[in-house]
């Protein structure tokens, strides 16, 4: 990865969380954890990897996103806006009456969204339909997916995994969001899992584990998954909860988090002095 790619999704990583932050705080609470954890990948999708028009949302070819865990949808909003798919005054209207960004991601509302998410479990199954899709009509796209790991602990997922890795489907590439924790407590605490590696090559899947926070390691383990053929792809992110919001880091009730506009203000300048960008 080159210099100038590298400071340009670092740039934009650091103007996502500053927008999910402001976004969140406009409303006085939110999914702060899990939105935080997955803004590089973010950033490295959108403004890298994925074949995608903001000016033609609608495209038939384009590559999909679905973030299967939906409560993301703040770090979703903020990515996309920067992206220039709506106005960044939106994102002043999370959850509240008459908005366009609702809690959880939702297609029917929302320009650039592909998966409405509700019930966690379920974006799996859905990005496989997608990838089924493609193939199908022979388009050069793909269907990318985002999972959470407390998410990961339903029954969906694996059957879903069990049907990819049948499929052979290629041009499904998935993302677990392995922060370790989840609603109300600590994976490990909840459901101690088996290795999540070995799980999913089980299913027939190609898998790599990485730093979630580390954008050469997130570009090369796409570019390897680009090279494998015949399997979908699964790349298993270890992250932390709640990255980039400050005082959200390393407590467990980090879920979702109450935040003031006073204090927004505040984790910015926090992140913006651990990062030397004053």
């Known amino acids: 990865m080159n210099n100038e790619l590298l400071q340009n999704l670092k740039d934009a990583a650091f103007e996502i969380r500053c927008r999910t932050i402001r ?14 954890s997955i803004v590089e990948l973010l950033s490295y999708l959108y403004f890298h990897e994925m074949d995608v028009d903001p000016a033609h949302p609608e495209k038939d070819d384009r590559d999909r996103l679905v973030v299967s865990k939906g409560h993301s949808g703040p770090a979703v909003y903020a990515a996309l806006s920067l992206k220039g798919f709506f106005p960044e005054e939106w994102l002043m209207t999370l959850n509240q009456g008459g908005t366009r960004l609702p809690s959880h991601c939702d297609m029917t509302k929302t320009p650039g ?23 199908l009509k022979k388009q050069d796209a793909r269907s990318f997916v985002i999972i959470g790991d407390g998410e990961a ?12 890795g049948a499929w052979h489907l290629d041009n499904l590439y998935a993302f677990l969001d392995q922060n370790g924790q989840q609603l109300d407590g600590y994976t490990s605490d909840i459901i101690p899992s088996v290795s999540t590696v070995e799980r999913w090559k089980s299913f027939g899947w190609d898998v790599y584990e990485i730093s979630g926070h580390d954008y050469v390691q997130i570009e090369e383990a796409i570019e390897k998954a680009k090279a494998a053929k015949g399997k979908p792809h699964m790349i298993v992110m270890n992250t932390i909860k709640s990255y980039g919001y400050i005082p ?31």
């Not at 976004?23 to 935080?36: D, K, L, P, Q, T």
């Not at 592909?114 to 493609?134: E, H, K, P, R, V």
């Not at 602990?153 to 990819?164: L, S, V």
């Not at 959200?248 to 300048?269: Q, V």
């Open 248 to 278: 959200g880091e390393g407590i467990k009730l980090n879920h979702s988090m109450s935040i003031t506009k006073e204090g927004a203000e505040e984790a910015i300048k926090a992140l913006m002095e651990r990062e030397g960008r004053v």
């Open 153 to 164: 602990q339903e029954g969906q997922i694996y059957e879903a995994a069990e049907a990819a």
């Open 23 to 36: 976004e969140i705080a406009s409303f006085g609470s939110g999914h702060i954890g899990g939105s935080m």
């Open 113 to 135: 969204i592909d998966f409405t998410g509700g019930s966690l479990g379920q974006g799996l199954s859905a990005a496989i339909g997608i990838a089924l899709g493609q193939r």
